[in-house]
């Protein structure tokens, strides 16, 4: 085991190396795989370094499920994951951990998390480890979908905010202790170690969290700021946000097209140009408080929503307000205690920290369920095209770098790709690679083929859609009806689906089968077994000018990449 963490149905999740797998090769056997642990599992207490057995179900990582979607064999490629899977079986401990180096910073992070949730109980111990080890094991199902939908979600993910809230209350306390001794301040560069000081406190936390792309980003962000400190140079400069994304693009450079790197990096960059340009004006001192918590929220918020909406189609129309409220607790309440257990937890007195934490952590969970419990809390959107990030990623950067007036120039990209979006288009008709799920655009949505099974495909299709209904509300939903399409399709699935897949070739333009048949017929249609959709992907159908149709696989968009062969 070299690391644990819950699946999307709250299950507890493994992923392993130094596998085998019975009746393969070693040549052909995944260097790791991840497995979700179901059913009765009483006997297995997992540890980072354990070494198991487990009867499980692997596949090799899916396609998109649609084309053009979310390529997660992309993913799994860059994380060396060769096959997923699930386990009903009890999974069984072969061998204790091994002693010496090796994942002996992921053990100490799940003692960490251990003995953090065990001296702070219910979902605020849950969350309290998240923030601390970056174990989110703990954290319910239920707790995630309330943060999401208040869009408090981020303080969850050890990135930004938690990096930038630590080593800042390390630094000011370093330089406040320092500044208590007139002769240390008046020979020393006081200011310079604390700065140094809270860099060794920023890379011990990235060690701890078990280092993700957030993590890294805002560790590179506040080493670049804390070394533009011992240098005597401006810290807080658009410059160090992109000697920033250098750095963990060359480290990293799959991070790119995901959320979390966009995410992150729209608001760093927002924050830096916007308080950049409000630094100037003079400000009540009593002002200034609240004005920077307002402001950082909003503009932080304005600037994470496009890419937000973009990859997970939800809008939380009230997030806002939950940051306002919950953020200031964070930095006031939440990080100084997480300091404070930090510091106090070699003395046996870690509990003095968790103690301060409790209430901060508390308030959030209760802002979170508030504001999640909201009527209309949460909007869907369609997800845009391809060209909608760039231009508007191209536009917001014009705005942030250009001088002058000439900056308002970013408002005809970012315009363009409002349009874009608004016009966003999505296809007539999906596939499932399996062939058992079709889901055909209707008059009241996307109508889907079957009221279960599939789930995780058919929520990603309405999400798509910027539809916010369920998969049984879809499944009884009437499809645009047949001489609309223009199309006739053939779906068959169940017991002797090849056999009558294969008599309805002749009258149907297309037959899709969930079956594997043997001997697909030549012709008059295009025929579509489970075997050809596992090669080819999931399919999109289009519908162009007159009754012109087009048919786009996975595949054709993938093209052959190390992580589609």
Not at 156 to 174: D, E, K, P, R, T
Not at 244 to 272: C, D, K, N, Y
Request: proline fraction near 7%.
């Amino acid at each position: 085991i070299v690391k644990i963490d819950r699946s999307a149905s709250d299950k507890t999740r493994l992923t392993l190396d130094r596998v085998v797998l019975e009746d393969l090769a070693p040549p052909r056997t995944p260097a790791r795989v991840r497995v979700t642990l179901h059913g009765d599992q009483r006997y297995l207490t997992p540890a980072p370094g354990l070494r198991v057995a487990v009867t499980a179900h692997l596949s090799p990582p899916r396609w998109p499920v649609e084309p053009g979607g979310f390529d997660f064999r992309r993913h799994a490629w860059f994380q060396g994951l060769g096959a997923v899977g699930y386990a009903r079986t009890p999974a069984l401990a072969l061998a204790p951990p091994p002693g010496g180096a090796a994942l002996w910073v992921e053990r100490l992070r799940m003692r960490a998390s251990a003995a953090v949730q065990a001296a702070l109980p219910g979902q605020a111990g849950a969350v309290a480890a998240a923030v601390t080890t970056g174990d989110r094991s703990g954290i319910s199902l239920e707790t995630t979908q309330a943060l999401r939908a208040a869009n408090l979600a981020h303080l969850l993910a050890i990135s930004g905010l938690h990096m930038g809230l630590l080593a800042g209350f390390v630094y000011a306390a370093a330089r406040t202790a320092a500044a208590a001794v007139p002769w240390l301040v008046l020979r020393y560069p006081v200011h310079k170690a604390a700065a140094a000081l809270a860099l060794l406190a920023g890379a011990a936390y990235l060690a701890l969290s078990g280092g993700n792309v957030a993590t890294e980003r805002a560790f590179v962000m506040v080493a670049v700021l804390l070394t533009a400190v011992m240098l005597d140079r401006r810290a807080f400069t658009l410059r160090s946000v992109a000697l920033a994304a250098l750095i963990v693009l060359a480290h990293r450079p799959e991070a790119l097209t995901g959320p979390g790197f966009q995410m992150s990096f729209a608001a760093t960059t927002a924050l830096v140009a916007v308080f950049g340009a409000v630094r100037e004006h003079a400000l009540p001192r009593w002002a200034r408080w609240a004005i920077a918590i307002g402001l950082s929220s909003l503009v932080a918020g304005m600037a994470t929503a496009p890419y937000a909406a973009a990859h997970f189609g939800r809008v939380p129309h009230y997030g806002l307000i939950a940051n306002i409220l919950s953020v200031p607790v964070m930095g006031a309440v939440v990080m100084p205690g997480a300091v404070v257990a930090a510091v106090l937890t070699p003395l046996g007195l870690g509990w003095i920290g968790l103690w301060i934490m409790a209430p901060g952590l508390s308030w959030i969970l209760a802002i979170a369920n508030w504001v999640a419990g909201w009527e209309g809390a949460v909007g869907h959107v369609v997800a845009p095209g391809p060209w909608v990030l760039p231009l508007l990623t191209c536009g917001g950067l014009i705005l942030a770098l250009w001088h002058g007036r000439g900056r308002f120039a970013g408002l005809v990209p970012v315009a363009l790709a409002a349009l874009l979006w608004a016009g966003a288009e999505r296809p007539a008709m999906l596939v499932s690679e399996t062939g058992g799920l079709l889901g055909a655009m209707g008059p009241e949505g996307r109508a889907l083929s079957k009221p279960r099974g599939e789930a995780f495909v058919a929520e990603a299709w309405l999400e798509a859609d910027g539809d916010g209904a369920g998969q049984a509300e879809a499944a009884l939903r009437d499809p645009a009806p047949a001489a609309t399409i223009g199309l006739r399709i053939a779906h068959e699935t169940g017991r002797g689906a090849g056999t009558r897949a294969q008599a309805a070739c002749a009258p149907a333009d297309i037959v899709i089968t969930s079956a594997r048949v043997e001997h697909p017929p030549a012709g008059p249609c295009r025929f579509y077994d489970r075997a050809r959709l596992e090669r080819e992907g999931p399919l999109a159908l289009w519908r162009r000018e007159g009754a012109v149709w087009e048919i786009v696989s996975a595949r054709s968009l993938t093209g052959h990449r190390p992580w589609a062969r």
